[in-house]
């Protein structure tokens, strides 16, 4: 295995990223390491440093985590607001169904009687 370079005590911006692209070609195919140095991670960090932004792959990545939870956690809750809504609406047609049904069975269905017995459920039901 080859002896990995060495960085100057107070290394240039150039030479850090230089030393991180000679150190991940160093690294044997076989390691397991060679699966965290890949070329976009290479250049992710040259990135970084070049913008003056510490590379601090763990941040990040707890970052990202923390925001797709969140994300979920919105979708979730949206989720249920619609799902009470769209309950809501099913009771709603259910005691219309039955409203229209009794007034059938009474002889009293009226296409004026079902609207108002409809305009009666709805606000109720928002109320």
């Known amino acids: 295995m080859e002896k990995p370079p060495m960085l100057q005590l107070v290394p240039t911006k150039q030479e850090e990223i230089e030393f991180l692209d000679i150190l991940s070609k160093t690294i044997p195919r076989s ?25 601090d792959i763990m941040a990040e990545y707890i970052a990202d985590s923390t925001k797709a939870m969140k994300q979920i956690a919105d979708r979730r809750e949206q989720y249920g607001r619609m799902q009470r809504l769209y309950d809501r609406n099913i ?22 009687v079902g609207e108002k017995s409809y305009a009666k459920e709805k606000q109720s039901a928002n109320s």
């Open 31 to 55: 390691s397991y390491l060679k699966h965290l140095f890949t070329t976009q991670l290479v250049m992710w960090v040259a990135d970084r440093i070049q913008a003056d932004i510490l590379p």
């Open 91 to 112: 009771n709603l047609l259910q005691r219309r169904i039955r409203v229209l049904e009794e007034e059938i069975a009474d002889g009293n269905a009226t296409k004026d």
